[in-house]
């Protein structure tokens, strides 16, 4: 059997994507499924070009199948669904449970989210709809059921019976509450093991305790129960009934969310973006960014353009420059992202690199062309010149397509030579794009304008 520890996972792309015949694939998946986690065959899955993604699906185990779809970044999961059969999408639903489908249910059509809320049991749907009584911001839509509770009636004897039966994970503690389901304390686990029968269950309870608040902030939540020093911490209603628990791991989970979120936002992408998501969808989510930052960029032309008395011949090129120069920026930093996020996580490797490449220059192409077209109509506007409007639209187009290429290849050699991309890229990066585009730029205004 051939092994892939984790950080053999390019390795694995790489023999998967040049695998010649079903029956290689079909056994290199069947290795991985027994050495790799449900985490990284995700991020496998999600490294395969889509027009190859459903024959590598199709070769996984039922069982797989179902634990890399509730892991799948959102496009992927959605891609997945609108894909397959509906005999096939309606079976990875069926196993469903609660507190994944919650997180789907943001995601997948909603006739999908009708079929999976009528698979749940009696138990899973009462909790999906106290789920519904929050917005997704609030902590009483996200947190865990997996917990003990027991009321003021029970003796030693019926809870040692019952934690015998099995601990939920990061339990240290079991809620006692009221009849009335209000929590009232809290009973160490260790403490209930070392009691005798005959002891007062009522007197090893903690009536000193903290807990959290279903209209609580999701994230300022999570925050608490990191810098609490416990496993979990209990979460109750408006009128103190228990109504679940957030543990630290969904906490630093929901740290993490933060944190990649903030980072995708710094390149103007979606957290979730698949590495391989439709050109337009990719455009789209970048397109928006590039507008942004071309309203500050214009913003930077103007006060170049207070001083335009002072340059000769070439002043409206001087004024646009900067136009030229950060639309290259900005664009190369959306393709450098994604990039440098997918080379971290073993995704990025030499044999899916030419299909990222081609599809970045087409991402860079379609956005290039728009805003192209956009700024010379601008600066039609502004400087009535067509022949200088010609010479923006070009430069623009050409410096875009430029950063989709230097995106990708900048971190792959930076890569390569052992250099972190993701401190050096950007610097390379912005270098590249500035010299191309005011080379483009320039070069193109002396041979039209002069």
């Given amino acids: 059997m051939i092994e892939y520890p984790v950080d053999q996972l390019p390795q694995l792309i790489n023999d998967l994507l040049q695998c010649e015949t079903h029956t290689q694939k079909s056994q290199l998946l069947a290795d991985a499924q027994l050495n790799l986690s449900t985490e990284h065959l995700s991020l496998l899955f999600e490294a395969i070009p889509k027009e190859q993604r459903l024959e590598i699906w199709q070769l996984l185990d039922k069982d797989t199948q179902h634990e890399i779809f509730v892991t799948l970044s959102d496009d992927s999961c959605l891609w997945l669904l609108q894909t397959l059969d509906d005999s096939e999408a309606y079976a990875l639903l069926d196993e469903v449970n609660v507190e994944e489908l919650l997180e789907l249910e943001e995601v997948i059509p909603e006739r999908f989210v009708d079929y999976a809320k009528k698979q749940l049991d009696e138990a899973q749907t009462k909790q999906y709809d106290l789920a519904q009584q929050y917005p997704p911001e609030q902590l009483g839509h996200w947190v865990g059921f997996d917990f003990l509770k027991i009321t003021e009636k029970a003796t030693i004897a019926g809870v040692k019976k019952l934690l015998h039966k099995g601990l939920p994970q990061y339990s240290e503690v079991v809620y006692l509450v009221s009849r009335q389901g209000s929590l ?43 810098h609490s020093e416990k496993m979990a911490m209990p979460v109750v209603n408006t009128d103190n009934k228990l109504v679940g628990r957030l543990t630290i791991s969904s906490a630093y989970e929901l740290r993490q969310e933060i944190a990649d979120e903030a980072a995708a936002k710094a390149g ?183």
């Fill in 184 to 226: 009232i304390g809290e009973l160490a686990v260790n403490d209930l093991i070392k009691a005798n029968e005959g002891d007062n269950l009522l007197a090893l309870a903690n009536y000193d305790f903290s807990s959290l608040h279903a209209d609580d902030d999701l994230y300022e939540a999570a925050e608490v129960v990191i």
């Fill in 268 to 450: 103007g992408l979606r957290e979730d973006e698949d590495l391989f998501a439709s050109v337009r969808k990719s455009a789209k989510n970048r397109g928006i960014w590039l507008g942004i930052n071309l309203a500050t960029a214009f913003l930077a032309s103007w006060f170049i353009g207070l001083f335009g008395a002072t340059i000769e011949q070439v002043v409206a090129l001087a004024v646009l420059m900067p136009v030229v120069a950060s639309m290259g920026g900005i664009a190369g930093s959306q393709t450098l992202t994604v990039i440098v996020r997918g080379l971290a996580l073993g995704q990025v490797t030499d044999s899916n690199r030419n299909a990222l490449l081609k599809k970045e220059l087409r991402v860079g192409a379609v956005n290039g062309l728009v805003w192209a077209l956009v700024i010379g109509a601008l600066t039609f506007v502004w400087f009535s010149d067509i022949m200088l409007s010609i010479t923006i639209t070009v430069a623009i187009l050409l410096n875009l397509v430029a950063a989709s290429l230097a995106g990708v290849v900048i971190p792959s050699i930076l890569d390569k030579m052992k250099i972190d991309p993701a401190l050096s890229g950007s610097v390379i990066l912005t270098t590249v794009t500035d010299i191309v585009g005011f080379v483009t730029f320039l070069g193109l205004g002396s041979l039209l304008l002069l």
